[in-house]
């Protein structure tokens, strides 16, 4: 399918295409973004009506990717005109929409009416589109949200992919120290036991605990929407855990503490893992700050 306008002319690209991945892949290289189709479900691509390639964008769900225009006319409507077709598409679907760029890039998302939702500096912006947006989850909070005498009120995140007895203990002595515990649980489903099972045997295993209650946990809390970074080829892994965990924890400092009143939260501790070490080193720095 083809788009046209009196400067550009826009086209789709046939993901199963060798060619056509390989000139994708070829535009994007210089510009700092390896491809992959396969984290992608939707690409188009933006010539000039002499027929050079100058922009791409794409998407997997509601989240935008690679998106990009060549320097030389990143002041024209290229980049404008490759967005709009990214979010007409995915509202017409999903109402609601997501990009992660370089807090330096933030602008050009948000001169389109994107807004901004958390940063982790220099690596990290995360910007929402839509008729949804995360004051959407802030009103599901509340509404689950319990008074109480104290201000003993904690939270725990989980996965519980599957529930096991130490995510018991952990739940259980949260429980026992603290009037009131949100147990938050990750609701995307790319683990082994999808989100329903997860949420039923959490739900069984913590059924004689009554000051414990169960939170979704939405597109906002430890999210695929939280973690892209595709777009940073050239950074160090350890520097892109740390500020993926940083976004994820400033995101629970802004967004959730304050809906449900969380004074603590607990973590679990899992040896050898890099990916919660950063995050518990993330929440110390962080969460003291809220």
């Not at 989240?63 to 990214?86: E, G, H, M, N, W």
Request: proline residues 4%.
């Amino acid at each position: 399918m083809t788009f046209e306008d009196t400067d550009f002319r826009m086209e789709i690209l046939d993901l199963q295409n060798p060619y056509d991945v390989k000139l994708v892949s070829n535009f994007l290289q210089p510009l700092g973004f390896n491809f992959d189709p396969s984290d992608v479900e939707f690409t188009l691509i933006l010539y000039t009506l002499a027929g050079d390639i100058i922009g791409s964008g794409s998407h997997k769900g509601k989240i935008l990717k690679y998106v990009a225009v060549s320097p030389k006319y990143r002041d024209s409507t290229a980049f404008a005109l490759i967005v709009t077709q990214l979010t007409e598409k995915l509202m017409s679907i999903y109402k609601h929409s997501f990009v992660f760029t370089r807090p330096t890039s933030s602008v050009y998302f948000r001169g389109l009416g994107f807004k901004e939702i958390a940063v982790a500096e220099p690596l990290f912006c995360v910007l929402e589109f839509g008729f949804e947006s995360i004051t959407n989850y802030q009103n599901y909070l509340s509404s689950l949200k319990k008074e109480t005498k104290t201000e003993q009120v904690a939270a725990i995140v989980v996965n519980c992919n599957p529930f096991t007895n130490g995510h018991k203990y952990l739940i259980e002595k949260a429980a026992a120290e603290n009037e009131l515990l949100y147990l938050i649980v990750v609701e995307e489903d790319r683990s082994a036991f999808p989100f329903a099972v997860r949420w039923e045997l959490i739900k069984r295993g913590i059924a004689h605990l009554p000051n414990v209650v169960m939170v979704k946990g939405g597109e906002y809390v430890v999210s695929g929407a939280i973690f892209p970074a595709y777009f940073l080829k050239n950074e160090a892994i350890s520097l892109i855990m740390e500020k993926q965990a940083e976004l994820d924890v400033n995101i629970f400092g802004k967004y959730i503490i304050p809906k449900l009143g969380i004074k603590r939260r607990y973590v679990g501790t899992e040896n050898y893992c890099p990916t919660t070490e950063a995050y518990n080193a993330a929440m110390h720095k962080l969460l003291q700050l809220h």
